[in-house]
């Protein structure tokens, strides 16, 4: 993707799109911390929010697609359903949360760490 069209998705101007993208990109993606967090300093580097990245981040720990059918298998339907619908608003809610508390230093960021 190039640096346009992430900045316009999921910069800083993209708002609850941006969010929710992130949201259900965590959500989607499987693998590790080996896995996302390359792909979250990617988003960095190109334009993405400070609240989109924690969004992205916080989605692929709270709701991963790929860890449903063992939690259907353990926990059972039930304790899942409850654990999704517990978990439901965390994501979108800790982007909006750090995009509003510390949105404007994400440039700082950037200049700070090494891409």
């Known amino acids: 993707m190039t640096q346009e069209k992430v900045a316009y ?3 800083e101007g993209s708002g609850w799109r941006g969010i929710f993208l992130a949201c259900v990109a965590g959500a989607l993606i ?4 080996y896995v996302y967090y390359p792909i979250a300093a990617a988003l ?4 993405a929010s400070l ?3 924690v969004a992205f981040v916080s ?4 709701w991963p697609v790929v860890r449903l059918p063992l939690e ?4 059972g339907p039930r304790l899942t359903v409850a654990r999704l ?3 439901f608003l965390i994501p979108p809610l800790l982007g909006f949360l750090a ?3 510390a949105g404007r230093q994400v440039e700082a960021i950037r200049e700070n760490i090494k891409l």
Do not use: E, I, S
């Open 72 to 75: 259907f298998a353990l926990l």
């Open 99 to 101: 995009q509003a508390l």
């Open 44 to 47: 960095l580097r190109a334009g």
């Open 59 to 62: 989605a692929k720990n709270v």
């Open 85 to 87: 619908l517990t978990t």
């Open 9 to 11: 998705w999921l910069g």
């Open 30 to 33: 499987p693998g590790g911390p």
């Open 51 to 53: 609240g989109v990245l």
